[in-house]
C-alpha cells in the first residue's frame, strides 16, 4: 500500500477503533443514589430537564450547559450538565446532547444518577443532587488505542508524552470561567507526532481543574505502552494519539476582556491631571534609580557565578549540566503518585527530610526523597546533587529519574530499590542468615566497582564523602547501588585533595584525617570502604561490635583478631559455606584500607587487582586509625556513639551519628578531568 494510502487509511481506522472503545465505556450508572419509579412524575420531571438543557439558556456558548427542576411536591431538585469538546461544533455538540439524553436513560433505567461520554463529543451527566462546581473523579473509564508503541521507542515516546500533557493541563486549568480546554502536539520517537487535548468543566476552579488533571494523567497506567489513548472523569477528561482527532480551526474564540474606563469627574479634570502628572513623574524616577540598582547587583553577582562556574567546571562541561533541567517533574504529578506523600508510602524518615515510595502514571515505581525545609542540606547542595547524579550512569550507582523544585519544596526522584539498604539486612540477626558468601563477595565486588567508576571512569571524578551501609541500596538481584551524593564539594581542575572546615559525613565510616582536620581526597572514601567490607564479612556495625559479652568497636577487635593471629574469629557465624581464604583476603584487604597512614592505602583499581587475582600479593597492614578523644571542636564528638537515624533513597537508618553540611557548603567533591 503507499505511504498516502496507508496513512488516510489508519486516520480513518483510529477513529473507528476509539469510537468502539468508547461506547463500550460509553455510560456509568451511579449506585447507591437512589432510584426512581417507571413514569412517576420524577422520570417526567428528569426527561423534560434533558430536552431542554442543550437550548441558548441553558449554555454559556462555548459547549457547556447546566440546568435544574425543583419537582413539585417537595425540595428534590434534578441537576444536570452537559459538556462538549472544545473543538465540536455549536450545532453537533446540541446534537450530541439530544442523542445522549435519549441514550443515557435507557442505558441506566431508572438511577437518579447518571454520567455518559459519547462519540468523544459530549458529556451528560445528571442526579438528584448538586454538582456545579464541585470536582469530582469518579467513575473514570479509561479508553485506547489496541496498537502499541515499539519497545525500542517506548521510554523517549512516554517522556515527551508527559511533557505534553503537562503542557496543556497548565493551559486548560487556566482558560477561565467560559471553557478549560488545551491541545497541543509534540514530536516523539521515529518520526511520529503525538497529538493531546485537555479538558475540565469550566465551573470549577484553575486549581481544581489542574488536580482533576493530574489524577486523570496517573490513570493512564492502565494503557501504558499504548499509542493513543484517553482517560474520562466527571470533571475533566483527557486524550493522545498519533493523529491529529481534533479541528484547531472550529475552536470559537473567547472574547476580549473589556477595556477599563475613565469615570473621573471632569470638573475635577485639571487638578487630577497635575496630580497624575507629578506622581508618574516622581514614581518614575524612583523606579528608574531601582532598577538600575537591581541590575546593576545581578550582573555582578551574575559576573561572580560565572567566574566561580568557570573555575570549577570546564564550558563543555556546563551544556551537559544544563540538560538536567529537562529531568524536573511537576510537583503535582509527584504529589498524586505518592498520595500526597501519605504515612503509608513512608519508607523512612531521616535529618535531611523524608523518602517516600511513589509510582508514575506509566506505571513506574519511584522512590522520592523530600528535602525538610529546615533540612541541612541547603539550595546548593540539593543542585548539585542533581546536576551530578544526572551525569552518572552504572550498575552500581543508584539511577536519578529527575527532581522537581517547586516553592520550599525539593524532591529527588530516584529509580525504585525494592530490597531497601544493606544495612537493613547484613545487621538483621535473621536477613543477614539468608546473605551467604557468594552474595556477600558480590556485594563487595559490585561498591568497589562503582567507586572504580566515581574515582576514575566517569567524567567527572567523584569522591562520595558519606560511604556507609544505609547509602548501599540492594535490587532484587541483590546488586549493590551506591546512592545520596549529596554531600560532596566541588574541586578545581587541578586540585587533588581538599579541606573543609565543616566535617560531613557519619561517625565509624569517615578517615581519620578528614574527621579530624577536614583533609579529604579519594583515600578518604577508600577508608570507609574499608569499614564497610568488614562489617559485610562480621554481619556487625562498627560501633556496636560483639564479642561474647564485651562491647568493642569493630577496627579495633579486627586488628587485634589479626595481630593474634585469629582474624576466623571476625568472620559472621552465619556464614556456613564460602571460601575460607577469600573470606580471610577480604579482612586482609578491609585492614589495609583503613590504615591511619594516607599512602599506605591501596586504591580503588588496586583492590580490583587483589579481589580478583591470588597472584598479587598482599602488603601487612599496619594499625588502622581509632577515635579516642573528643578534641576537634564543638562540632563532633569522637568515639563510638549509638546508632541515629538518617533517611538515604529507600532506606531510613546509618551506622553512626551523621553529621550534616551547613546550608552554605557547597555538597560536591569532583576532581574533573578528560576521558
Not at 484517553?230 to 493522545?240: A, E, I, L
Not at 508514575?360 to 546533587?385: C, H, T, W, Y
Not at 584500607?593 to 580490583?608: G, H, K, L, S, Y
Request: with cysteine.
Amino acid at each position: 500500500m503507499p505511504a498516502m494510502d496507508s496513512s488516510r487509511f489508519l486516520s480513518c481506522l483510529f477513529p473507528i477503533l476509539f469510537l468502539m472503545i468508547n461506547q463500550a465505556l460509553g455510560q456509568n450508572c451511579i449506585d447507591g443514589k437512589g432510584n426512581y419509579t417507571t413514569n412517576s412524575t420524577y422520570q417526567t420531571n428528569l426527561n423534560r430537564l434533558l430536552s431542554s438543557l442543550p437550548s441558548d439558556e441553558n449554555g454559556n456558548g462555548y459547549g457547556f450547559y447546566n440546568a435544574s427542576y425543583r419537582l413539585n411536591s417537595s425540595n428534590e431538585h434534578i441537576y444536570a450538565i452537559g459538556l462538549c469538546r472544545g473543538d465540536v461544533k455549536a450545532e453537533d455538540c446540541r446534537s450530541c446532547l439530544n442523542n445522549s439524553r435519549y441514550a443515557l436513560p435507557q442505558s441506566c433505567p431508572n438511577r437518579k444518577e447518571a454520567i455518559g461520554w459519547y462519540d468523544d463529543n459530549c458529556m451528560l451527566r445528571y442526579s438528584n443532587r448538586s454538582i456545579y462546581g464541585v470536582m469530582e473523579t469518579e467513575p473514570s473509564p479509561a479508553y485506547y488505542n489496541i496498537n502499541n508503541v515499539s519497545s525500542s521507542d517506548l521510554d523517549g515516546f512516554n517522556q515527551q508524552l508527559r511533557k505534553l500533557l503537562e503542557s496543556i493541563r497548565s493551559e486548560a486549568a487556566a482558560g477561565g470561567s467560559l471553557r478549560k480546554f488545551a491541545f497541543g502536539n509534540t514530536s516523539a520517537p521515529s518520526f511520529q507526532t503525538i497529538f493531546a487535548l485537555a479538558q475540565c468543566t469550566p465551573d470549577i476552579s484553575e486549581q481544581l481543574c489542574s488536580d482533576c488533571l493530574v489524577g486523570a494523567f496517573a490513570d493512564i497506567s492502565s494503557i501504558y505502552g499504548k499509542v493513543g489513548g484517553g482517560v474520562n472523569k466527571p470533571s475533566c477528561k483527557f486524550r493522545f494519539d498519533l493523529y491529529p482527532f481534533y479541528d484547531p480551526t472550529t475552536v470559537k474564540q473567547l472574547p476580549s476582556p473589556p477595556p477599563s474606563t475613565n469615570t473621573t469627574n471632569t470638573s475635577q479634570g485639571s487638578k487630577s491631571s497635575k496630580s497624575r502628572t507629578v506622581i508618574i513623574i516622581v514614581v518614575s524616577i524612583i523606579a528608574s534609580l531601582v532598577l538600575a540598582m537591581f541590575m546593576g547587583i545581578c550582573l555582578r553577582v551574575r559576573k561572580a557565578k560565572k567566574k566561580l562556574q568557570s573555575n570549577l567546571i570546564p564550558d563543555e562541561d556546563m551544556d551537559e549540566i544544563g540538560s538536567a533541567e529537562s529531568l524536573q517533574f511537576n510537583f503535582d504529578t509527584i504529589r498524586i503518585a505518592t498520595d500526597d506523600f501519605s504515612e503509608a508510602n513512608k519508607l523512612g524518615q531521616g535529618g535531611f527530610g523524608s523518602v517516600y515510595k511513589g509510582r508514575l502514571f506509566n506505571g513506574e515505581e519511584i522512590a522520592v526523597k523530600r528535602l525538610s525545609v529546615n533540612s541541612g542540606q541547603g539550595d546548593l547542595e540539593f543542585k548539585n546533587e542533581v546536576l551530578l547524579v544526572a551525569k552518572l550512569q552504572h550498575r552500581n550507582l543508584v539511577r536519578l529519574l529527575g527532581f522537581c523544585l517547586e516553592g520550599v519544596e525539593r524532591l529527588l526522584i530516584y529509580e525504585f530499590v525494592p530490597n531497601a539498604s544493606l544495612d537493613h539486612i547484613i545487621f538483621d540477626p535473621i536477613k543477614r542468615a539468608q546473605l551467604d558468601w557468594d552474595r556477600r563477595y558480590k556485594i563487595i565486588v559490585g561498591i568497589t566497582r562503582g567507586l572504580i567508576y566515581l574515582h576514575e571512569d566517569s567524567r567527572l571524578r567523584i569522591i562520595h564523602r558519606d560511604l556507609k551501609a544505609s547509602n548501599i541500596l540492594i535490587d532484587e538481584e541483590m546488586t549493590p547501588k551506591i546512592s545520596d551524593f549529596g554531600m560532596a564539594k566541588l574541586f578545581g581542575v587541578d586540585q587533588t585533595q581538599g579541606n573543609t572546615s565543616r566535617i560531613v559525613g557519619t561517625y565509624g565510616y569517615m578517615a581519620p584525617e578528614y574527621a579530624m582536620h577536614g583533609h579529604f581526597s579519594v583515600k578518604s572514601d577508600v577508608y570507609s570502604f574499608g569499614v564497610l567490607v568488614l562489617e559485610i564479612v562480621s554481619g556487625q556495625k562498627n560501633n556496636s561490635f560483639r564479642h561474647g559479652e564485651n562491647m568493642e568497636d569493630l577496627l579495633s577487635y579486627a586488628w587485634k583478631c589479626w595481630k593474634e593471629g585469629t582474624a576466623s574469629n571476625l568472620i559472621d557465624p552465619a556464614l556456613t559455606n564460602g571460601s575460607r581464604n577469600e573470606i580471610m583476603r577480604c579482612i586482609h584487604i578491609g585492614l589495609l584500607c583503613v590504615q591511619e597512614n594516607i599512602p599506605d592505602r591501596p586504591t580503588m583499581n588496586a583492590i580490583v587487582l587483589m579481589l580478583n587475582s591470588y597472584s598479587v600479593t598482599l602488603p601487612v597492614p599496619s594499625q588502622p586509625a581509632f577515635f579516642r578523644d573528643s578534641n576537634v571542636g564543638s562540632d563532633m564528638t569522637l568515639g563510638w556513639k549509638n546508632s541515629s537515624e538518617v533517611i538515604t533513597t529507600g532506606s531510613d537508618r546509618s551506622n553512626g551519628n551523621s553529621v550534616k553540611a551547613p546550608e552554605n557548603e557547597v555538597s560536591l567533591i569532583t576532581e574533573v578531568y578528560p576521558r
